[in-house]
C-alpha cells in the first residue's frame, strides 16, 4: 500500500541523467534518488502497450512511486471542428486507458483555445461538452481511479485560466485539477503568483468550489518560467534567479493550507530539481 505523504516530488519524464532504458527503469531510479512521483509523458501520443503499462505500475506500486500522465498535446477541446474534437476525444481517451492500465491517477491535458470561438465563455462551454463523452466513456468501460485532468495553462489564447479549470471539473465527473503555477505566473506576465497570498487564495478557491477531495492531493506542476506578451515562453531552471515564480512561496502555502499535492517539476533539469524542491520544503518544515 502506498505511504501517506503530504507531498510527493517527481519529474515530468525520465530523469536527465538516465542514458537507457524504459519507463521501469525511470521508476526505480526515481524512487532510488529520493523521489516518490513521476509523470508519464505521451505528449507526442500515446504509444504503450498494455503489458508494459502493467509492468511499469507493478513499479511503481512496489516501490511507492505516485504515476500520473500527460496526454498529447495535440487537443482543443474549444474547437469548432468537429474534427479536431473527435480527434481530441481518441487521444484524451488513449492517455485514460493506458493510465487505467499503468495506475497512473491523474490525465492531464490542455483543454483547448478561444481561437474559433466569440468568446471565452464560448470556447469554455464548447470545451465541457466536447469532454462529456469521455467521461461517459470511462462510465462505460468502468474504467476505476483514474481522473481527466485539465491543466491552468501559459498562454492567454488559451482554455485554461483557474477559474475555467474549476468550471470543467465542477461540471464533469472524473474530473480533478492540475495547477501549473509557472502556466499562471506566466499567464498574467508575473503579475501573480508572486506572494503566498496568490498561492492560498488558488488553493483555497478550488477547495471552495470542488470539495477537499481536489486538495488530497492536488496536482501540480512547477518550474520557473519565462514569459512575453501573451505569456508563456519557455521553462527554466530552479537556479536561474531572473526568472519566477519562487518555489518557496508555493511550499510555504502549501504548509499554510494543509493540503496534501504531488509536485511535478517541468524544469529542464527535471529530477534534479524536484529534489531541490524536496529540500527546499524540508527547510520550510513541510514535506
Known sequence: MPSHRRLRFGPAGKPVDMKSGDYVKAVEYVAKEGLDAMEYEAVRG?????????????????????????APYFINFASPSEDTVRKSQERLWAAVRASSWMGAYAVVFHPGYYKGNSSPEEALKRTIEALKPVVERMKQEGIKGVWIAPETTGKKTQVGSVEEVIAICAELDYARPAVDWAHLYARAEGGFIRSVDDVVMVIELIEKELGTWAVRPLHTHFSKIEYGKGGEREHHTLAEEEYGPDWRIVCRAYKETGIEATIISESPILDKDALLMKRICIEEGYT
Open 46 to 70: 500515446v504509444r504503450i502497450s498494455e503489458a508494459k503499462a502493467k509492468a511499469i505500475r507493478e513499479a511503481a506500486e512496489r516501490l511507492d512511486v505516485r504515476l500520473s500522465m500527460h
